[in-house]
C-alpha cells in the first residue's frame, strides 16, 4: 500500500469545502431560497391580465419572491388542474383569478391547510367571511358597472333617449365579477329609467366573437340605441362593428382599459368605460400575500381597487397610469 503524505493546503483546501457543503446542504441554506407566488389568471390574452401579471411579477421581484405563472385560458377546469399543479410545486402563496368561486374553493381550502398563503381576490363576502381567508382583494365591480352605466345614461338622456333600446354584450362563462358589472349597469340604466329597456342580452368569448355578435344585433335591430359590454373583449368587438357599419348613433359603453379600449375612447366610438385597475389590483395582491408570509398578517376588510371612469376627459392620463407611456405612442403604431 502506498502512502501519500497530503499537505497542508490540499487539507485546508479539502475541510473549506466539505464546510461549504454542509452550509450548502442544511436547512437554513434550504429556507434561503427565494419563496414562490403562484399566480393562475383566468386568460392573458388582452391588456387587463397582461398589466396585472408585470404588476405581479415587478412587485414580487421587489420583496426577493419569484412568481410562477399559469393561464387558463377560459378554462375552468383547465383552471382546477393548474392551481392544484401549483400546490404541488409547493408554492409559498397563491394568487388565484378564479373562473368558477364554487369550484376553485376546495382547493383554495387544501392549500390552506398545506401552510400556503391563498390570497382572497373576487370572492363573494358571505365566503369570504365564511372561510375567513386572509383577504378580500377586488377591483371594484359594482362601480365599474354604476360609472358606465351613469355614463351611458348620460349621453342616452342628452340624446333625448329616455326610451333607448339596449342590449348587454356579456362573456360566455359565468363569473361572479361579471353578474356585479350588469347589476350595476342596470341599476343605473334600466332601474332609474323605466322607459329604457334592455331588447337583448348576448355572449362572446372573443374579440371576433364580440364583433360578430354586434353586427347581429345591429342587423336584427336598426333602431337599437346602446350596448353595454361587460369586459375588453366584448367592448372592442363593438366597437369594430360600430365603426365598421358607421353606427356613430349607437351609444357604447362598458369595463376595461385595454389599449384598444382607450384609442376607441379618443375616437369618440366608445362613449365610456369603467376602468378595471389592473396594476394597483396585482400590487395590493403581492403586497398582502407578502405581509401575511412575514408578519401573518391578515386583513378582514375586504379593500376595493378604485374604478374611475375612462372617458375622452380622463383617457390620456389613464392610458398613461396603466402602460407608462402616453396614448400617443400606441395610436401611432
Known sequence: ?????????FVAGLFCLAVAMALLLSPAAAQAAPKTIGLAMHFMQDDWSLSMKRAVEETAKKYGYAVAVVDANFDPARQLEQVEGLILRKVDALIVIALNTEQILPVFDKAIKRGITVVGSGLPTDIFYEKGYISNIWTDNTMMGIVSGRQMAEVLLRKGKSDAKIAIIDATFNMHALD???????????????????????????????????????????DLDAIFATYSAALIGAARAKQSRKKTDVV???????KEVCKFVKLGIIDGSGVNNSYPFGVECVRVAHENMTAKKT????????????????????YRELYGEPLSAYMGK
Not at 332609474?192 to 354586434?214: C, F
Not at 371612469?309 to 392620463?317: C, G, P, R
Open 180 to 222: 356585479l358589472r350588469v347589476q350595476a349597469f342596470k341599476f343605473m340604466t334600466v332601474d332609474q329609467y323605466p322607459g329604457m329597456k334592455i331588447v337583448a342580452t348576448e355572449r362572446a368569448g372573443s374579440v371576433e366573437d364580440a364583433l360578430k355578435v354586434s353586427e347581429n344585433l345591429f342587423t336584427a335591430n336598426p
Open 252 to 258: 357604447l359603453t362598458g369595463i376595461d382599459a385595454d
Open 299 to 318: 386583513f378582514p376588510v375586504p379593500y376595493y381597487v378604485p374604478a374611475p371612469l375612462l372617458d375622452a376627459n380622463s383617457v390620456e392620463q389613464i
Open 1 to 9: 500500500m502506498v502512502k501519500r503524505n497530503l499537505s497542508k493546503p
